[in-house]
C-alpha cells in the first residue's frame, strides 16, 4: 500500500513544527505551506490525500481553500481536516458546510488528531 500524502496548511510555525513532527512520527508523508495560494500550488503539483487545513491563513481562508477543493474536478476527493484556535460550534459548522470531512479546535490532544487522520486516511483512494 502507498504511503498517505499529508498536506499541512499552517502559517504559524511554532504550530506547525509541532504538528509537522507529529504527522511524520505517525508515519505518514507530509508536505507543508503556510498560505492559502501555496496550499493550491502545492495541490496542483502532488495531490496529497488530505489536507490538514488552519482556518486563519494569509491571502486565503481555509474555508475558501476548502470550497476551491471541492469545486475542483482534480480535487474535490481529497479528505479536509479544518483547525482553529478561535472554534466554537458556529466556525465548526462553517467549516462542515464549506466541505470538510472533519473539524478540530485548537488546543487538542495529540492523540485525537492522530486518530482523527488515520480515520479520514483509511477511507481515502488516490486517484
Known amino acids: 500500500m502507498p504511503e498517505k500524502t499529508v498536506l499541512l496548511v499552517e502559517d504559524e510555525d511554532n504550530i506547525a513544527l509541532a504538528?509537522?513532527?507529529?504527522?511524520?512520527r505517525a508515519g505518514y508523508r507530509l508536505r507543508r505551506v503556510a498560505t492559502g495560494n501555496a496550499a493550491l500550488a502545492a495541490m496542483a503539483e502532488d495531490r496529497p490525500d488530505l489536507v490538514v487545513l488552519d482556518v486563519m491563513l494569509p491571502e486565503r481562508s481555509g474555508y475558501e481553500i476548502c470550497q476551491l477543493i471541492r469545486a475542483d474536478a482534480a480535487l474535490k476527493g481529497i479528505k479536509v481536516l479544518m483547525m482553529t484556535a478561535g472554534g466554537g460550534e458556529v466556525e465548526r459548522r462553517k467549516g462542515l458546510a464549506v466541505g470538510a470531512d472533519a473539524f478540530m479546535t485548537k488546543p487538542f490532544a495529540t492523540a485525537d488528531l492522530t486518530a482523527q487522520i488515520g480515520e479520514l486516511l483509511a477511507g481515502a483512494d488516490h486517484d
Not at 19 to 24: D, K, M, R, T, V
Open 19 to 24: 504538528l509537522e513532527h507529529l504527522i511524520g
